[in-house]
């Protein structure tokens, strides 16, 4: 059974950083394609930034405008590990981070229904 686990999430100032890291629980899940996105109260979930693994072009990123330039996604292949560096942390950066998952690429990977599975989220709190 697929189960996405998040971890790293915390309180931190402004300006500092985080890791989130993202894996399968039952480690029977190695998607082509992952992704973070977030959801702050009131707000609809939004996508963040998404990762599309090729064994024969590498990968491809992409990323939401707003955190273009500070925000890294990666996956580790022998861990199995999806990672988001989060650098120069901002308040509006607050959200809980939801790791996500697909079995293979999509052209809409910024939708929150392309993907699978879900973690059940880690709090992410920038104080000013």
């Known amino acids: 059974q697929v189960q996405l686990v998040e971890s790293g999430g915390g309180l931190v100032q402004a300006g500092n950083s985080l890791r989130l890291s993202c894996a399968d629980s039952?480690?029977?899940?190695?998607?082509?394609?992952w992704a973070w996105f977030r959801q702050a109260p009131g707000n609809e979930r939004a996508f963040v930034a998404a990762i599309q693994l090729s064994g024969w072009t590498g990968a491809f990123t992409y990323y939401a405008d707003s955190v273009k330039g500070r925000f890294t996604i990666s996956k580790d292949n022998a861990k199995n590990t999806v990672y988001l560096q989060m650098n120069s942390l901002k308040p509006k950066d607050t959200a809980v981070y939801y790791c996500a998952g697909s079995s293979e690429w999509d052209t809409y990977y910024f939708r929150a229904s392309s993907y699978n599975y879900w973690g059940q989220g880690t709090q992410v709190t920038v104080s000013s």
């Open positions: 039952g480690r029977t899940f190695n998607g082509d394609q």
